[in-house]
């Protein structure tokens, strides 16, 4: 149990469109859900954290006019890129936990590239 | 100083050896502690998590917590080339349901 997955693994756009990806908890509802970002060879950054029906809680430095996550149900979480840049070119990555502990299982990750 | 100190390695064993992964960390806040690894281009996986000090087993591998000295500890038994990855610890607690991410280790397990 516990599985999360993302949609799509790998987008490339070009640079001013926007992209949406999709995190679902696969057999589990997932009170919350955490959008992190990575770069190569370095560690998670939280972006932000969002409990379904609420919006998202952004972590400082983080744009929330950029960076639009809606968690609309206890299934699904959407993290939209807005005007994208080739500084948005990242890997990002969804994680959900349940009512009932701290554990965030992740899901496999969204390469963007932005040209 | 940053919250969680983990030693970035690379850390290169033979295949069979014990592997010791450690992390530091300053908030006596931290109230639950995760591990996951970490393959290149995917998502962490959750490998172990505990919430207190002491030993939890799981398999090969060993989670250890020592809230007085503020340490945390992976041990994996004959270690295995698949098991060749980078290993993220994670404390949490300190505010609802985040955790704060080490910079991981990059662990190699050479047959």
């Known amino acids: 149990g516990a599985v999360v997955s993302q949609h799509p693994s790998w987008v490339i756009c070009k640079s001013g469109t926007s992209v949406k990806i999709e995190c679902r908890s696969l057999?589990?509802?997932?009170?919350?859900m955490f959008w992190y970002r990575q770069f190569p060879k370095q560690s998670l950054m939280l972006m932000a954290t969002?409990?379904?029906?609420?919006?998202?809680?952004?972590e400082q430095g983080v744009e929330k006019d950029k960076f639009l996550i809606n968690h609309a149900s206890l299934t699904l979480s959407t993290l939209t890129v807005t005007s994208a840049h080739p500084e948005d070119s990242s890997f990002y990555i969804c994680?959900?936990?349940?009512?009932?502990?701290?554990?965030?299982?992740f899901g496999p990750g969204t390469r963007l590239t932005v040209t | 100083q940053k919250e969680v100190e983990q030693d970035p390695g690379p850390l290169s064993v033979p295949e069979g050896a014990i592997v010791s992964l450690n992390c530091t960390y300053s908030n006596s806040a931290f109230q639950y502690f995760m591990w996951y690894r970490q393959y290149s281009r995917k998502g962490p996986e959750l490998l172990m998590y505990?919430?207190?000090?002491g030993n939890k087993e799981d398999g090969r591998f060993t989670a250890q917590v020592d809230k007085s000295s503020k340490y945390i500890s992976l041990f994996i038994r004959d270690s295995q080339p698949s098991d060749s990855a980078t290993y993220l610890c994670a404390p949490g607690g300190t505010s609802y349901g985040k955790l704060t991410f080490g910079q991981g280790t990059i662990l190699t397990v050479h047959p």
């Open positions: 969002s409990n379904e029906g609420s919006k998202a809680t952004y």
């Open positions: 057999d589990f509802q997932a009170t919350t």
């Open positions: 505990t919430y207190s000090s």
């Open positions: 994680s959900a936990s349940r009512a009932t502990g701290y554990e965030q299982y």
